[in-house]
């Protein structure tokens, strides 16, 4: 996957390997066990931005076999590593994002065989000579049929043993920086991109003796840049899949030695270690320090290295060639041991660096700064495991707790199931039958109770109903609505609720569903004309009117009428303003609407509708806008209670009071508590506000309160309906 727009020929150019030519193997689907998608440096990044594999479209067939969860492995041609372990987050498909890998993601992608992928478990990558011999038979030659070629390519098909033997190589990594480090800027001197495109040290190549080193190796900075030790040794890896995609990249290939980066360093650091350990026991503990500092250095991050060896890179071509001299002499003392080990190859590798010790003091103290953090790191844990201890102790003193508290109150409930048994054997049934049809015509009697629908508890949107009876300060459950609704509206017809539109805080509804009574049941009407919430609703002349509201995007002004008789909503007189959070009743057979928001601010206006006449007309203003609110008539007079007032700007506890018969709003006696978003109803002359929200800060009351002309408004002290706030509230 290249970020340029070149097309696959031209990647073949410059020498990146693509199997574009080479058969698939094929493997049926339920044979294949992984599969191996490429990538270079330059778009490793991006395959994990958008978590996203490619190939050309010649590997579709079987891209397409990849189903969810099939472990997936990732190839970077220019470090000729291994990455692992993703699977697939979906199903393999054609050209899913067409502008994937593409110039400023502007062009058509050339890896259209795609699947989406996530990270299964963040490990080490690997090197190609660790995982070469588990899919070696997946190898193969660039030209089938040719003699003396060596396997440089393989198939990206793997099957379950392969899948099984290449996951167990793969070791966990603590974090994902671990995982990939993305290479510094190229510099911008030709002198430092030779740096770049060079292999790092120089070898006497068969028949290439007079090659001068400078096309090779320029500095050891350039060692530090390979972030190894290298050595050239006899191993047969394609050049090519080293390559970085530049046109420059060519190089290393004149040199003909078939060595990678990446084999090099772990002959360096491995077998040569080795062989001199067995030729000189005497210097082991100097060979086990070199390679101490090696592996100490090789563990630094590599954009530090980048960073510090691109500061560098200014030192004279004098400096470069000597130390690289230098740096030889060294090599070759340890690996072919024609010369006396030093006395300590520690300082021996300071001597290496020459010019660049600066660079090794900064490393070694950004390895000390690092074990310091791992430091703190451990005791920071240490002391969460401590509290996390303490915790466990006192939850398990909590169940202990529990548990014999449930114990007394098996116990308890026991007891009390004798003492129902022996009073029932006291009482005469016939008396008993008519004391439980009178709680249960007092609790679920139309004349006697509230319907509370729906609504937020602090938690989540209840679909609960409920009947509250007030004089006894019960809340009985009935069954309860499909899903949760707050921000609806409620209206009784003929002995049913209504319940219009809502919402549960994700999305609003356009539905409108029915409960009846007598059956216990809800059924489902023709819905609204659209989705909507925070809008009124009222029954005139055996008509259900729902108006105002919004979307959350919108307010509304429209006006539907729904006919129990045609069985559907029909669209109305619209109002003069549109209103979000209004408030809505009937009286005398006229709607009214007061307050709500239009979009800009809240409104102080009001207006009515008389369905013997075309249009609605405006009423006289309250004495200042106000939303969230709720509207109730008690003796002919029409009372607008509490909700958001703009002249105050906060929720109010206020009451406003408008007669038809007067030209104007009065204000009367507030009540006790500041409230919006609340329910009211009107019961046997009797105003009932519940719940509500309090104030800025979103405070659910549970407080009901009581409201009687000539007595004002009274705090109940009921206290079974809890906190609850957006719900509707309807008597029938």
Not at 164 to 187: H, I
Not at 250 to 277: H, I, K, M, N
Not at 477 to 489: D, E, N
Request: glycine share 8%.
């Amino acid at each position: 996957m290249v970020t340029s727009k070149s097309s696959w020929s031209q990647v073949v150019k410059n020498t990146r390997p693509t199997n574009l030519s080479v058969a698939a193997r094929n493997l049926q689907p339920q044979d294949l066990g992984a599969v191996i998608f490429g990538c270079t440096n330059s778009t490793i990044q991006e395959c994990h931005s958008r978590q996203l594999f490619g190939l050309p479209k010649t590997h579709i067939s079987y891209v397409r076999n990849i189903k969810e969860g099939l472990p997936l492995f990732l190839f970077n041609y220019d470090d000729r590593r291994l990455y692992g372990i993703y699977e697939a987050s979906g199903n393999g498909k054609f050209c899913p994002e067409s502008n994937a890998w593409s110039q400023d993601s502007k062009g058509k992608t050339s890896y259209p065989a795609q699947v989406a992928m996530r990270v299964k478990v963040w490990c080490f990558p690997l090197a190609e000579n660790q995982f070469r011999n588990a899919i070696i038979a997946n190898y193969y030659q660039k030209i089938p049929g040719v003699p003396g070629q060596k396997l440089h390519f393989f198939k990206f098909e793997l099957d379950h043993a392969q899948t099984r033997v290449l996951m167990d190589m793969f070791t966990p990594s603590p974090s994902p920086n671990s995982f990939w480090t993305p290479p510094a800027a190229a510099p911008a001197d030709e002198h430092a991109k030779e740096l770049v495109l060079s292999p790092g040290w120089a070898p006497e190549c068969e028949g290439n003796n007079n090659l001068k080193s400078e096309k090779v190796v320029k500095s050891y900075a350039d060692i530090v840049k390979k972030n190894t030790f290298v050595e050239v040794g006899t191993r047969d890896v394609d050049v090519e899949h080293a390559g970085s995609g530049d046109e420059s990249s060519g190089g290393f290939d004149e040199l003909d030695c078939q060595y990678t980066p990446t084999e090099r360093e772990d002959y360096a650091l491995s077998d040569r270690v080795v062989q001199v350990q067995q030729q000189y026991p005497d210097k082991q503990a100097e060979v086990l320090s070199f390679d101490r500092v090696l592996q100490g250095r090789i563990t630094f991050p590599g954009q530090q290295w980048h960073s510090d060896f691109y500061a560098n890179t200014t030192q004279t071509e004098d400096n470069d060639a000597y130390s690289c001299e230098y740096a030889q002499e060294v090599k070759y003392a340890i690996l072919d041991g024609s010369s006396n080990l030093p006395e300590t190859l520690d300082s021996e590798v300071d001597k290496l660096s020459l010019g660049h010790s600066d660079l090794l003091v900064q490393l070694l103290d950004s390895e000390s700064c690092t074990e310091a953090k791992l430091i703190d790191a451990v005791k920071q844990l240490s002391g969460r495991i401590e509290v996390m201890e303490k915790k466990q102790a006192w939850s398990n003193k909590e169940v202990k707790h529990l548990q014999g508290m449930n114990e007394r109150l098996l116990k308890r409930i026991v007891e009390l199931k004798g003492t129902v048994m022996t009073l029932n054997s006291k009482i005469d049934p016939l008396t008993l039958d008519d004391s439980l049809n009178q709680f249960v015509e007092q609790c679920l009697g139309s004349e006697d109770v509230i319907y509370l629908v729906g609504g937020f508890d602090g938690f989540s949107s209840l679909p609960s109903l409920d009947s509250f009876s007030p004089s006894l300060d019960i809340l009985t459950p009935l069954k309860p609505m499909a899903v949760g609704k707050s921000y609806s509206s409620t209206v009784a017809l003929e002995g049913k609720i209504f319940v219009l539109g809502g919402g549960d805080g994700a999305c609003w509804f356009d539905t409108v569903d029915c409960y009846d009574r007598s059956r216990d049941d809800w059924s489902t009407c023709p819905s609204l004309t659209c989705d909507k919430g925070s809008l009124a609703g009222v029954s005139v002349n055996g008509r259900i009117y729902a108006f105002g509201g919004g979307d959350g995007t919108k307010c509304f002004s429209d006006v539907e009428m729904f006919d129990p008789v045609h069985g559907k909503w029909i669209k109305n007189q619209p109002m003069l303003e549109k209103r979000f959070a209004l408030a809505g009743v009937a009286l005398n057979g006229a709607i009214y609407a007061v307050g709500g928001f239009n979009g800009v601010q809240y409104l102080s206006c009001a207006e009515r509708l008389d369905p013997r006449e075309p249009n609605w007309k405006m009423l006289p203003k309250m004495s200042a806008g106000r939303g969230c609110h709720t509207l109730t008539v008690l003796n002919e007079k029409i009372f607008s209670i509490g909700g958001y007032d703009t002249r105050a700007k906060a929720m109010v506890s206020t009451v406003e009071v408008y007669e038809p018969r007067m030209p104007s709003w009065v204000m009367v006696e507030p009540m006790n508590y500041t409230r919006g978003y609340h329910s009211s109803a009107v019961l046997g002359g009797s105003i009932f506000t519940f719940g509500g929200v309090k104030g800025e800060a979103d405070t659910i009351l549970d407080v009901v309160e009581h409201y009687k002309e000539g007595c004002g408004w009274m705090t109940t002290g009921l206290k079974s309906i809890g906190r609850r706030c957006y719900c509707s509230a309807i008597v029938l």
